[in-house]
């Protein structure tokens, strides 16, 4: 388990979050990756997208099985030329390699699909390859208190 995960599950544990680790011991890069070894509703699995327009980064959180609708996007960020961000910039910009986004542990602005609202519980990376974290909703939106609307296309 890396630091930036460990740091996360204090963080959690002090504020009395309820969450479940998930190790799969095996890197799970993509949603795709984590349904194949994902006993669960598919649904439930969500994914963290870092996107930018070349002057800063923001985070989209959805369903993994859904398709970010760039436009809904950019009206909800009030940016034009939002693109998905370079395997390189998350690297130098964010410290991070692809797979280890966690919408709990990055200081983006993020934007939450609105469908979440439909879940009980959703499950997501941790910040560590080989890790998941699954919480509650309500105690997901509480601790990222993100902008919440439709994001996915249609």
Do not use: H
Not at 127 to 142: A, F, N, Q, S, T
């Amino acid at each position: 388990m890396n630091s930036s995960l460990q740091t996360l599950l204090d963080k959690l544990k002090r504020g009395g979050v309820e969450f479940r680790l998930i190790d799969e011991k095996t890197a799970m890069i993509s949603s795709r990756d984590v349904e194949k070894v994902f006993a669960g509703d598919p649904r439930e699995i969500w994914k963290t997208l870092v996107l930018t327009d070349e002057k800063e980064f923001f985070a989209a959180f959805l369903c993994g099985r859904d398709r970010l609708d760039v436009k809904k996007l950019e009206k909800a960020f009030g940016v034009n030329n939002i693109r998905m961000a370079k395997a390189r910039e998350l690297r130098e910009r964010l410290k991070l390699q692809p797979g280890e986004v966690c919408p709990l542990s990055i200081s983006l602005r993020l934007v939450c699909d609105s469908s979440v609202t439909g879940f009980k519980k959703i499950n997501f990376g941790s910040g560590d390859m080989e890790y998941g974290i699954e919480m509650r909703v309500d105690d997901v939106l509480k601790f990222l208190k993100p902008e919440i609307m439709d994001i996915r296309e249609d």
